[in-house]
């Protein structure tokens, strides 16, 4: 956590890291997504949008508590009440965000269904092998729903229609996935055991990008909302859309790879190192082992996966439609950038 030294004077435009850089956007995309803030109480959510409407008004100085703290206190309590902002408010509808379906949560959640799909009695049955990815991907389908770029008006049966195309692949990838399993007992004991914990995972990585694009299709022939650099909106962009999906893409196959490849290498030295460990010696261990193991991967590449690319993201007005080349603000500058929010 930064210091009152290391923190930058408070603006509005201003980051609490630099977020120019990687590092800088995974910092505070460690601390916006932490599972913690799940705990911010109504009360200091409604205290901390206050200071910072406060802030907007110039009304700091006139308040007759907060006037009488020092300067490096009170600009430490709005970059804290802008992190409680950023953790739950929506950036386009203003509103708090369902805190089940929060990226705080993504990882909470995630390590209540890993020990099901894990299980050997999932991975031989079908039918749990389907109920499993339609839970996971109804999730996954609320979360890409939850934090999407909101400038559109929602059409519900197109986001059925999304959900229901992602689900139907998510548990075609898996029946795949466990018709592969149910033979690894065929295969060498390494492949049959890599194939075990490897399988599964490389479904949700594909079937998680699918869900995302479908579930968000509508902003591709619709646009998203573009900003110049005073946030007045200018218009509509399907090529910022396609951007945008196309980064979110990007980042939960990042998230995912180390996923996929990590875990199951450290669990098979694992397990030769502890035979316990082994599924046939312990099944009840080994899932938990594995959910630990998968748990603390997520913990550790999510925020720096999502910090690739900024949620906040540009373009510069010569990749986006005509309409937007040899645009001026209202000082009469050429307009060489647009902004617009990425989502999630």
């Not at 408010?89 to 959640?109: E, L, M």
């Not at 075609?172 to 194939?195: D, E, Q, S, Y």
């Not at 980064?247 to 190192?273: G, H």
Request: glycine residues 6%.
């Amino acid at each position: 956590m930064a210091t009152d030294a290391d923190l930058p004077e408070f603006g509005f435009d201003k980051s609490k890291y630099d977020e120019s850089t990687w590092w800088g956007r995974s910092r505070y995309f460690y601390e916006a997504t932490s599972p913690f803030t799940l705990l911010t109480s109504e009360s200091t959510l409604k205290s901390s949008l206050s200071i910072l409407q406060k802030f907007r008004d110039g009304a700091i100085s006139s308040d007759p508590e907060l006037s009488k703290l020092p300067k490096n206190v009170i600009n430490r309590m709005l970059w804290d009440a802008r992190s409680v902002s950023d953790s739950i408010i929506h950036p386009d509808t203003q509103k708090p965000t369902n805190p089940f379906f929060r990226f705080s949560a993504f990882v909470p959640v995630n390590l209540l269904i890993m020990p099901f799909m894990l299980h050997p009695s999932t991975l031989a049955s079908p039918i749990k092998t389907a109920s499993v990815h339609v839970f996971n991907q109804t999730y996954n389908a609320a979360v890409n729903y939850e934090n999407r770029n909101a400038s559109n008006q929602v059409d519900d049966v197109k986001v059925l229609q999304g959900f229901i195309g992602a689900v139907v692949t998510s548990v075609g990838i898996g029946l795949g996935a466990t018709a592969v399993t149910n033979r690894a007992h065929r295969m060498p004991k390494v492949l049959g055991t890599g194939l075990r914990i490897f399988l599964p995972f490389v479904a949700v990585a594909f079937a998680g990008t699918f869900n995302l694009c479908l579930v968000r299709r509508d902003e591709l022939f619709d646009g998203i909302t573009v900003y110049d650099k005073d946030d007045n909106e200018v218009g509509k962009s399907p090529l910022a859309a396609r951007n945008a999906l196309l980064k979110c893409s990007a980042a939960r196959f990042a998230w995912c790879t180390p996923i996929i490849l990590f875990p199951p290498i450290i669990a098979l030295q694992a397990e030769k190192i502890w035979p316990a460990l082994k599924m046939k010696n312990n099944p009840r261990l080994n899932i938990a082992f594995m959910t630990a193991l998968f748990g603390i991967h997520l913990f550790g590449v999510v925020p720096p996966c999502l910090g690739l690319f900024p949620q906040y993201d540009s373009m510069p007005v010569e990749s986006l439609e005509p309409e937007y080349q040899g645009l001026l603000d209202g000082k009469g500058n050429r307009i060489d950038v647009l902004y617009f929010n990425k989502g999630l």
